[in-house]
């Protein structure tokens, strides 16, 4: 199977979650696991090294968010940086041959700008309106065909993205597709089941 699936995790470790992660990876589809917390508790470490054994096991790509210092101590795969989250090219140089995303919104100068600092892979949106990210930058399907004509790395999408709105950015030039409250915080589904919509 593709592996298309960026997946963001919930911004709560919450008790049952390493066994959801665990069948949410085995469906593989997953190439890449973000692990976004914005307030860092004490036992981070315990948590990263706990979700690091479970994405080793399904050889999905640990990335850690903002952070290329925390995210080279802890020996994640990459780290995945806003365009407030510090210097590219000393992040760059940090991470070595480790993987670098970056947020570029809905800008070409922004991409080019990660593309020239080596990025991995750059990352557009919101497409359409997110749970995590309310007041996101909207970015435009047009910004998706000109990146796959002039950006030679990987692009990622990202917004509100559910089962039945992804198709059309991966048809306009995108490689993986970048979720969490569908899968973390759907109604209707449980997240092992809720994975199986990405295909």
């Known amino acids: 199977m593709k592996k298309l699936v960026y997946l963001i995790s919930p911004n709560k470790i919450y008790k049952n979650f390493y066994s959801d992660l665990d069948k949410v990876l085995s469906f593989k589809n997953v190439k890449f696991f973000q692990f976004r917390i914005k307030k860092k508790p004490k036992y981070f470490l315990k948590i990263a090294n706990k979700i690091k054994k479970i994405t080793k096991k399904h050889k999905v790509k640990f990335i850690l968010n903002d952070d290329y210092i925390l995210a080279s101590k802890i020996k994640a795969d990459g780290c995945h940086m806003g365009q407030l989250d510090g ?23 922004l991409a080019k700008n990660a593309v020239i600092n080596k990025a991995d892979y750059v990352a557009f949106g919101s497409f359409f309106k997110s749970k995590l990210k309310p007041k996101a930058t909207k970015a435009n399907i047009d910004i998706l065909r000109w990146a796959k004509k002039e950006i030679k790395v990987p692009i990622v999408v990202i917004g509100g993205i559910n089962n039945l709105n992804y198709r059309k950015l991966i048809n306009a030039g995108a490689k993986y597709i970048a979720i969490s409250s569908y899968i973390w915080d759907n109604p209707k589904l449980k997240p092992e089941f809720a994975i199986k919509k990405f295909k």
């Open 87 to 109: 210097p590219f090219s000393k992040a760059r140089t940090r991470l070595k041959n480790k993987l670098l995303g970056v947020t570029c919104h809905n800008s070409k100068i």
